[in-house]
């Protein structure tokens, strides 16, 4: 956790009442009312009634995948898809529980009630002045180990890769601190992870609106606008993040990102090579090195940038990834699968991973392990069109023709403009004997596809022709990749 982000005390609290973690002090002993003679007042006996207790207490609850050379998007392309402190506390709406409290106890048992009368806040000791300001001290102290306890929960969960897991315990922080430029950008890590771009890009610029000079993190800021294409958002990025600092790691990656966007590779290359010169240990900028590497084909540089990420973080699954594709392009599907399966084991919520996997076991002929890690990817992310149509293809192969059908329809409606998905969807009802109904979507894949018009044209060419010979059964066949 950074320095920045810590708990401040001395702070006057004034806050309602928080979720689970958040203390508040609703009211303490007026040192201020004094008597006639100058002295300070005791503080008030304990209210007796449980009904008052709350008024004088501190309340306590609880706290489709589509491969570029950045890494993994949420594209719906299938033809484009190569294997490749005392603070306080937000108002909420829940009602406080020591209003609620005598309401409630009258409507439960006796167990009930003790359970409820063991949530209710304890009271400032009355004794005298010097006892409440010890008792305030060491309330205070709890309230900072919990929001201590809830960051290190929260940070250890986006250790793991439990983006899903990591988010709510985040937001459980009180609103100072979810209002800080670092939580936003775990927050931001957290949706990037997820896939989920636009939303993430909202966390980032939340967080650099909070703190405008913010450098950490600023590297996933700047690929999550090269994922989205915004070229001039990520090009102001890079140069506001160098103007700040010039001798910021994270600049020259952003800087090195908008080259990349705009094609210029040797450009990139260089700003990420200045990064790893600032800081050898910056895992991120060998991955996005060696991913540069890779899209130029230099294989053995590109491993030995993935390597170096690896042996800096052996959990960094990006790099595990890249050496998979990387393998995959060179045809050794063996070790790719097994750099894929580890990527995919760092960070099992992420489905792309899985359905790289099962493109994998499909080359390799296990087609049953490619169709158990489609279904898989699809679990995950019932969005994910490649593994959608991975799956049909699969099925189609096994002659389970009603079940590629009924996947095929749910692509369409996710991504109604592929042309393979009629391909597909033609070529299984011409299995099943409707070259009516198979010929009506082949034209429509003609219309979709002009560049692969002249296979599809002698396709549907080829399917007439058999019709007026009686010839059934003809194998279609068209490239699905």
């Known amino acids: 956790m950074p320095s920045n982000i810590q708990p401040t005390l001395g702070q ?41 207790r709350s008024s004088t207490s501190i309340q306590g609850q609880a706290l489709t995948g589509n491969i570029t050379k950045k890494g993994l998007t949420r594209s719906t392309s299938i033809t484009d898809f190569p294997a490749s402190v005392l603070v306080r506390g937000p108002r909420r709406s829940q009602s406080k529980m020591g209003v609620n ?20 806040a304890p009271t400032i000791p009355a ?33 793991m890769n439990k983006f899903a897991e990591a988010m709510p315990e985040f937001e459980r922080l009180p609103f100072e601190h979810l209002e800080s430029g670092w939580v936003q950008c775990q927050l931001g890590k957290c949706k990037f992870e997820m896939l989920d771009y636009a939303s993430a890009a909202r966390y980032f610029e939340h967080a650099r609106e909070l703190e405008p ?50 094609h210029e590779s040797d450009q990139a290359l260089k700003c990420f090579q200045r990064a790893i010169q600032l800081n050898d240990r910056f895992a991120y900028a060998h991955t996005l090195s060696g991913l540069e590497y890779s899209e130029l084909e230099e294989y053995d540089k590109a491993q030995t940038e993935f390597r170096t990420a690896m042996s800096i973080d052996p959990r960094h699954y990006n790099a595990w990834y890249g050496m998979g594709v990387i393998y995959n392009k060179m045809g050794k599907n063996d070790l790719a699968l097994i750099h894929l399966k580890e990527a995919h084991k760092l960070n099992p919520s992420n489905s792309v ?89 082949f034209t429509w894949a003609l219309n979709l596809d002009s560049k692969s018009s002249h296979a599809i044209r002698d396709l549907i060419e080829k399917v007439n022709y058999d019709s007026e010979n009686g010839r059934d059964g003809y194998e279609v066949k068209i490239d699905m990749d």
């Open 213 to 262: 000079n913010l450098q950490r993190d600023m590297e996933i800021y700047s690929t999550c606008l090269w994922q989205l294409r915004k070229e001039m958002v990520l090009s102001t990025l890079a140069k506001e993040l160098k103007e700040a600092n010039h001798q910021s790691p994270q600049a020259w990656v952003a800087l090195g990102n908008a080259y990349s966007l705009k």
């Open 101 to 120: 409290l005598g309401a409630k106890m009258a409507s439960t048992n006796n167990e009930e009630r003790e359970q409820l009368r063991d949530k209710a």
């Open 12 to 52: 006057t609290v004034e806050s309602p009442v928080m979720e689970d973690g958040h203390y508040t002090l609703e009211d303490r002993p007026n040192p201020s009312a004094s008597s006639a003679t100058g002295e300070l007042s005791p503080p008030n006996p304990p209210p007796t009634d449980s009904s008052d």
């Open 127 to 159: 004794s005298s002045t010097k006892d409440s300001e010890i008792w305030i001290e060491e309330e205070g102290l709890r309230i900072v180990v919990d929001i201590f306890r809830i960051m290190a929960r929260a940070y250890g969960l986006l250790a």
């Open 353 to 441: 991973l899985l359905y790289l996997v099962g493109t994998i076991q499909e080359k390799m002929n296990r087609t049953t392990e490619a169709l158990r890690s489609f279904e898989q990817a699809i679990d995950l992310d019932p969005t994910n069109v490649a593994a959608r149509f991975r799956k049909a293809l699969v099925q189609y192969d096994m002659e389970q023709y009603d079940e590629a059908l009924k996947e095929l329809e749910a692509v369409m409606k996710l991504s109604p403009d592929e042309a393979n998905v009629f391909v597909l969807q033609g070529r299984v009802l011409l299995k099943m004997g409707n070259k009516e109904q198979a010929l009506r979507y």
